[in-house]
């Protein structure tokens, strides 16, 4: 049987967003966790788009999101992965 729950959480502020996704899994095994975040600088995408002028606090932000969040998020999810016969983790975002 395959259960899916949507959890809204802000991956920008990563401690909370882990707090909130793994208060509504509990201690449930957890099979295969897919985990896709990916933010861009504001003008990414757009011939607006110069990578030099990118400021520092957007950058942060950015590698924040990206990165760090999902380091911490997967980091609340170990004990869940490891009650599975074969728990997986899939990683998809835009730093990756």
């Known amino acids: 049987t395959t259960s899916v729950n949507w959890v809204k959480a802000d991956l920008s502020d990563p401690e909370n967003a882990g707090r909130l ?3 509504a899994v509990g201690e449930i095994p957890i ?5 896709n975040v990916g933010i861009w600088e504001q ?4 011939d607006l788009y110069d990578f030099t002028l ?3 606090a957007e950058i942060s932000t950015l590698i924040q999101t990206n990165i760090t969040s999902c ?3 997967l980091q609340a999810f170990i004990g869940n992965l490891k009650k599975s016969k074969n728990g ?3 990683l998809i ?3 990756w």
């Open 21 to 23: 996704v793994k208060d």
């Open 31 to 35: 099979d295969c966790l897919v985990y």
């Open 43 to 46: 003008d990414a995408f757009t």
């Open 54 to 56: 990118s400021s520092p």
């Open 71 to 73: 380091i911490l998020v």
């Open 88 to 90: 997986k983790i899939i």
């Open 93 to 95: 975002g835009s730093t």
